[in-house]
């Protein structure tokens, strides 16, 4: 799942939108879920209403409420044949296929829930088992997303280093936007 709802009031334009090395953010974040094996691709607009190939989309018409509102229709739209889901966020453009495919593997290890984390820092993308998708849908409220889930619940959580193959840093600003144009590729 594809989280991409936000407006981007601080960038000052929605960033599924976003064009980055020649792909709009929300593509690049679809191909990251896809090649990391994730089928099918759900993402989660909001703001804005593109196409998106490849993906289901599904609209939160309280986008504009945080995170939690878009991370509940994501769950809502997770066929029932999934047991796993991997949360994404469109403004991560260095987190790729790699890093996606480090959870999936941890969920085929036993895994329910597992994040990604960079210099031991939990960070995204996150996976987490059917069996936990009410919880954390009830637990999401305004920005915080899976978090409050994480926490109250730190014996399932398995770390996933993810250092070696993506970078969290996100695109929240103009100035964060030119920061990571001009940083080269991770080959993700």
């Not at 909001?46 to 409420?65: C, E, F, K, L, Q």
């Not at 889901?85 to 941890?106: N, S």
């Not at 637990?139 to 770390?159: S, Y």
């Amino acid at each position: 799942m594809l989280l991409a709802a936000g407006s981007g009031s601080r960038l000052g334009t929605p960033k599924a939108l976003v064009e980055f090395r020649g792909e709009r953010l929300v593509d690049r974040g679809v191909r990251a879920l896809h090649d990391g094996g994730c089928r099918p691709v759900v993402v989660v607009l909001g703001a804005a209403s593109v196409r998106v190939r490849g993906a289901v989309t599904v609209h939160n018409p309280r986008w504009d409420s945080g995170m939690g509102s878009s991370l509940r229709a994501g769950l809502d739209a997770i066929p029932e044949t999934a047991d796993h889901v991997v949360i994404a966020l469109v403004d991560q453009p260095f987190v790729g296929p790699r890093a996606v495919r480090r959870l999936v593997d941890a969920a085929a290890e036993g895994a329910s829930v597992a994040v990604a984390t960079y210099g031991g820092a939990r960070r995204n993308p996150v996976l987490i088992a059917r069996e936990h998708f009410e919880e954390v849908a009830r637990l999401a409220t305004g920005d915080a997303g899976a978090r409050p889930f994480l926490r109250a619940h730190p014996e399932l959580v398995v770390a996933v280093p993810c250092d070696d193959v993506a970078d969290p840093a996100d695109i929240d600003t103009p100035a964060d936007l030119s920061a990571l144009r001009a940083r080269p590729d991770l080959a993700v």
